[in-house]
């Protein structure tokens, strides 16, 4: 039986569900589903989890939605499925709907009203630059590397490439990627400019001015793109850091939960025009996924060894059961052997990890500024108002205040929406030490040693 014979079949065994489901009075004032059948798109990291708890789970058929869940082949061809219509929604790196509605690269209106995830990426280097690092690191007394890594340990390395006349190489999944923006954040830290992007010159490289040349690879090449030393190093999500440890090839470094704690991750994007045409339909997809989160993270992450076996199967991640887990129960191994406690490597649910803030979809916008990606100066009221279009929390709000009244989730678990303005208090757990103010970003942006400030234009 393929994929698609069995989501039909889960359907039709679903029926009484529906029944039942349509026949609440909840589901009156909430509003039927305008659209029922469903296809939504992924890429194989284990952040993709939300989706797949919410299938297998059956969170979805609860909403009254059959859905197929669909693995794709990067992120410019799951982004094209989107706009097409190919696909309903899916996964998405936090820049694209960002990217998208601005204009940058392809144009349209993609919103996302859920978060799917805080941290999850890492930074992986080769054997031997690793090596090489080793030699610039302070040890503990058990003889391992104090943690956290800064990108100082890399620079020796970097600037030795250079003397050799040689590029020095990292593969990040896609330009608008988060890893795009946590690793040059971790590079520019440590003194190494990552390069600028200058679209309106026609170069979109983001190599012009580079210390480490930066491209992409999708994630699940990382490994053998890094084994056939086609790159140096990489920026990418689980399980494809740890698949390097597993296969003796690299060495994560450093997570982004180091670099920025509890970071945001992916998003679930859909169109706006689908969104208008299925408000109710929207409202039942993030009920469904915040379910999928809270199962995720529930009783202290009692359920990830059942997630890990489901993920680990090919129509999902489809990497081994061990590879997966070595992220995903609350541990991260760095070297082989040197494995730590890391519990929230992945988040799900907790610290209120899937309500889409504006101020984090601020701070990409910020980085996008800071390396040319945004070519000219922006006001604030810009970065805000751009937020505010593309990440909706009105939708999430309705979803998580349905589900309170439904008896499915607590108040307690969520923002007080009452008092909340989608703007986080101050942070200031960056690997730098540099604080953020969503509420500034022009300020924010003008206070890096490294990058595009006011006035600056390439």
Known sequence: ???????????????ISLCVTAGSAHAEKLGYPEKEELRFGFIKLTDM??????????YFEDEGLYVSVEAQANWKVLLDGVIDGQLDGAHMLAGQPLAATMGYGTK????????????????????DVWAQMKSNLPMNADGKPEHPIKADALKPVVDKFKAEGKQFKMGMVFPVSTHNYELRYWLAAGNIHPGYYAPHKGDTSGQLQADALLSVTPPPQMPATLEAGTINGYCVGEPWNQQAVFKGIGVPVITDYEIWKNNPE???GMTEEFIEKNPNTAVRVTRALIRAAMWLDENNNANRAKAVKILSQPQYVGADYDVIANSMIGTFEYEKGDKRQVPDFNVFFRYNATYPYYSDAIWYLTQM????????DKPDDWYKDLAKKVYRTDIYTKAAKSLIADGLAKAEDFPD????????????????????DGSKPNAYIDSFKIGLKTGDKL
């Open 1 to 15: 039986m393929n994929w698609s014979t069995s989501f039909k079949a889960a359907a039709m065994a679903s029926a």
């Open 49 to 58: 989890a939300p989706l797949a708890i919410a299938y297998e789970n059956r």
């Open 108 to 127: 349209a209106n993609i919103v996302t009203p859920f978060s799917m995830d805080l941290n999850g990426n890492a930074i992986t280097v080769s054997n």
């Open 266 to 268: 992916k998003v679930f």
């Open 369 to 376: 500024r800071r390396w040319g990606q945004i070519a000219e």
């Open 417 to 436: 929406f009452a008092s909340e303005t989608g703007f986080k208090p101050v942070q200031t757990e960056f690997i730098d030490g540099v604080s953020y």
